[in-house]
T-cell receptor
Framework: DAGITQSPRYKITETGRQVTLMCHQT?????MFWYRQDLGHGLRLIYY???????DKGEVPDGYVVSRSKTENFPLTLESATRSQTSVYFC?????????????FGEGSWLTVV | SQQGEEDPQALSIQEGENATMNCSYK?????LQWYRQNSGRGLVHLIL?????REKHSGRLRVTLDTSKKSSSLLITASRAADTASYFC??????????FGTGTRLKVLA
């Protein structure tokens, strides 16, 4: 039982290319999140989803697109990658945030845009 | 802007000493959580404190919350080399958007 699986774990892409980072969970948690982590900025929320077909913007959504057609998957797409999107991306889940439940994190996807 | 700001940004202590790190936030919250991140890994939950609680303990961890000052502290007692990691606070305003701070990098010297 892997819990949260992120793929790819490591990716190098060129400026202007479209990149999709995949996130799959096996728990059926309602909430899913995408964060990016950069030195000096900590973790910043990109997008989150309360359930299938329900998504909302976080702190830094520009340049990113998400979808959630199934509860278990929450892909993050960079439509036209820029160097400033070089970062470590973490997918996370939460069964019921209103109850203050733990947030569970994937192992991260390291993305380099050259 | 980010909700949580940890202080100090980096902390280096000797094994056996206590480590204290602080988190300040800007708006009213439902709860505050602390997470740990080992180098190159995802974050792992340590402890949660609700807005109506003032102090909570879990093993060698002690968390306090002062809602009037919008601040929280995490104390790790009798630190070990294995405690070397980055520590983050995360706040929930009730909007289900968990906002993390910039983190404190703790180094415990053996």
């Amino acid at each position: 039982d892997a819990g949260i699986t992120q793929s790819p774990r490591y990716k190098i892409t060129e400026t202007g290319r479209q990149v999709t980072l995949m996130c799959h969970q096996t728990w059926s948690h309602s909430y899913m999140f995408w964060y990016r982590q950069d030195l000096g900025h900590g973790l910043r929320l990109i997008y989150y989803s309360a359930a299938a077909d329900i998504t909302d913007k976080g702190e830094v959504p520009d340049g990113y697109v998400v979808s959630r057609s199934k509860t278990e998957n929450f892909p993050l797409t960079l439509e036209s990658a820029t160097r400033s999107q070089t970062s470590v991306y973490f997918c996370a889940t939460n069964p019921s945030p209103g109850q203050g439940n733990t947030i569970y994190f994937g192992e991260g996807s390291w993305l380099t845009v050259v | 802007s980010q909700q949580g700001e940890e202080d100090p940004q980096a902390l280096s202590i000797q094994e056996g000493e206590n480590a204290t790190m602080n988190c300040s936030y800007k708006t009213s919250i439902n709860n505050l959580q602390w997470y740990r991140q080992n180098s190159g890994r995802g974050l792992v939950h340590l402890i949660l404190i609700r807005s109506n609680e003032r102090e909570k303990h879990s093993g060698r961890l002690r968390v306090t919350l002062d809602t009037s000052k919008k601040s929280s502290s995490l104390l790790i007692t009798a630190s070990r080399a294995a405690d070397t990691a980055s520590y983050f606070c995360a706040t929930d305003e009730g909007t289900y958007k968990y906002i993390f701070g910039t983190g404190t990098r703790l180094k415990v010297l053996a």
